[in-house]
T-cell receptor, first 108, second 116 residues
Framework: AQRVTQPEKLLSVFKGAPVELKCNYSYSGSPELFWYVQYSRQRLQLLLRHISRESIKGFTADLNKGETSFHLKKPFAQEEDSAMYYCALRRSWGKLQFGAGTQVVVTP | EAGVAQSPRYKIIEKRQSVAFWCNPISGHATLYWYQQILGQGPKLLIQFQNNGVVDDSQLPKDRFSAERLKGVDSTLKIQPAKLEDSAVYLC??????????????FGEGSRLTVL
C-alpha cells in the first residue's frame, strides 16, 4: 500500500538555523513527490515538486529512491517560513496522497 | 485569475442532520477533487471528478456522502446523515488535465464542518 510518512508533527527552529523536514514514502511504482505548504490563514499551495529540481523560497528537496525519502531542506530558516508543510505522493494522474504534516515554527 | 471558491466557510450542525458544500473550480480546470481534512491529519481524498465523470470515489463513505459535478463545472458534496466523526475541513481542489499537467492542485479555502 502507498504511504507517506512525516515523522515530525512539530519542528521548532531558530531564525537563521538550518531546517529539514523529513518525508518517507512507500510506493511500488515510479513516484511523483511534492511539498505543499499552508501559511496561517492561507490556502494550501504547492511549494515544490521533485521533477522540477528547483529551489523555491530557498527550499530544496531531493528524491532518494534508495531510501524512499523526499526530505525538504533550507539552510537558513526565516520567520516567514513558519507554516504547515505536507509531503504528498502522486500515485496516478492527479491523485495526491498527503502525509500528516509537519508544523514549522521559526523563532527569532 | 480567480481561485477555487467554496461555500459555506463554516457550518455547525447536529448529528443526523444533513449538510451540503459547494465548490466552483478555476475556469478551464477539468479535474476537481474533494478532500477531507480531520484535525491533526493530512488531507484525504474523498472523490475525484474529471469533467462530470467520477474517476475515483474509493474513499467516499457512500452510505452517507454523495457528490456530483453537473455540467463538469461546479460541484456539491453532501453528507446525510452527519456523524460526529465527520467534523473536519472539506477542501475542494482543481487541476488542469492536459499534457502540460504539472500535477499541481489548486485548493479552495475549505469548509469547516462541526458536528455536535
Amino acid at each position: 500500500a502507498q504511504r507517506v510518512t512525516q515523522p515530525e508533527k512539530l519542528l521548532s527552529v531558530f531564525k537563521g538555523a538550518p531546517v529539514e523536514l523529513k518525508c518517507n514514502y512507500s510506493y511500488s511504482g515510479s513516484p511523483e513527490l511534492f511539498w505543499y505548504v499552508q501559511y496561517s490563514r492561507q490556502r494550501l499551495q504547492l511549494l515544490l515538486r521533485h521533477i522540477s529540481r528547483e529551489s523555491i523560497k530557498g527550499f530544496t528537496a531531493d528524491l532518494n529512491k534508495g531510501e524512499t525519502s523526499f526530505h525538504l531542506k533550507k539552510p537558513f530558516a526565516q520567520e516567514e517560513d513558519s507554516a504547515m508543510y505536507y509531503c504528498a505522493l502522486r500515485r496516478s494522474w492527479g491523485k495526491l496522497q498527503f502525509g500528516a504534516g509537519t508544523q514549522v515554527v521559526v523563532t527569532p | 485569475e480567480a481561485g477555487v471558491a467554496q461555500s459555506p466557510r463554516y457550518k455547525i450542525i447536529e448529528k443526523r442532520q444533513s449538510v451540503a458544500f459547494w465548490c466552483n473550480p478555476i475556469s478551464g480546470h477539468a479535474t476537481l477533487y474533494w478532500y477531507q481534512q480531520i484535525l491533526g491529519q493530512g488531507p484525504k481524498l474523498l472523490i475525484q471528478f474529471q469533467n462530470n465523470g467520477v474517476v475515483d470515489d474509493s474513499q467516499l463513505p457512500k452510505d452517507r456522502f454523495s457528490a456530483e459535478r453537473l455540467k463538469g463545472v461546479d460541484s456539491t458534496l453532501k453528507i446525510q446523515p452527519a456523524k460526529l466523526e465527520d467534523s473536519a475541513v472539506y477542501l475542494c481542489a482543481s487541476s488542469l488535465e492536459s499534457r502540460e499537467d504539472t500535477g499541481e492542485l489548486f485548493f479552495g479555502e475549505g469548509s469547516r464542518l462541526t458536528v455536535l
